[in-house]
């Protein structure tokens, strides 16, 4: 199988690298292709460039891996980043008539608002509460519009190796424990890339949207509890929090489940005490 990875960060790489050792030809487009692996065939690509044509696609090409991260959370950015980039690569796979089995877009679970603490799973309507969630919203609405077989991957705080804004907040003793339940969301990078993987690979035709979370929702202050007692430092102090910038809501991993996925990282607990152990690399 031939699979094309757009904006291959640190997610996509991983992804990419579950895919070549699967035995499946990778292609990545990335404006810094001189960090991506060397099992890799790679073309230096601006997505948002509108200026510089896209490269020829690989008629063979079986699978697109859409995984923009945008520079900077502005309107513009998400702009450029997601709708700007996703457009331009339907025009270049009309252009080449290449019609790829499935197309995987990586969005995120932003698009829901806040939910006041209620369970939020795939059908709930989408809420955006920011203009960068709009946008969100807007490009998923062109690849289910566009793709032969879209599949959307709504993701939530993703965590893993040299992700450690949390970890370092409770080493340093800056974070704060709201004083009331805050719920969380979140899934280990590397459970994140083996979704990519098994959503584009599985025999059965996938559903048009799944959710990317592990099996529990967690109050902060728990998880923030969990570290501290890791780390053998104190536990945070009870005081004023940033604000959850994804809402309050817990998020429900039962379609993605049911598609026969397996987590390496089932809740925060297997996945932090991995992460503090040092196991596995941030792809540059």
Partial sequence: MKVLVLGAGDLGTEAGLRFAAAGHHVTAWRRRPEV??????????????????????DPGTDTVVFTPAAPERSEDAYRRTYLVAARRVFDALARDEVSPRRFLMVSSTAVYGDAAGGWVDEDTAVSPGTATARILAESEELVRGRA???????????????????????????????????????????????AIVHLCTMNSVPAPLYLGVDHEPADLGEVQGFLASSLGVPRPEVGEAPVNRGGDRRLSNARLLASGFEFAFPTYREGYSSVLAGEGVRHP
């Fill in 148 to 194: 032969t077989t879209p599949i959307i991957l709504r993701l939530s705080g993703i965590y893993g190796p040299g992700r450690n804004h949390l970890i370092n907040q409770v080493r340093n003793g800056k974070a704060r424990t709201p004083g009331k339940t805050v719920w969380t969301n979140r899934i280990h990078r590397d459970d994140a890339a083996a």
């Fill in 36 to 57: 991506l692996p060397s099992a890799f065939a790679t073309h230096r690509v601006d997505l948002a460039d509108q200026s510089t044509p896209l490269p020829a696609i």
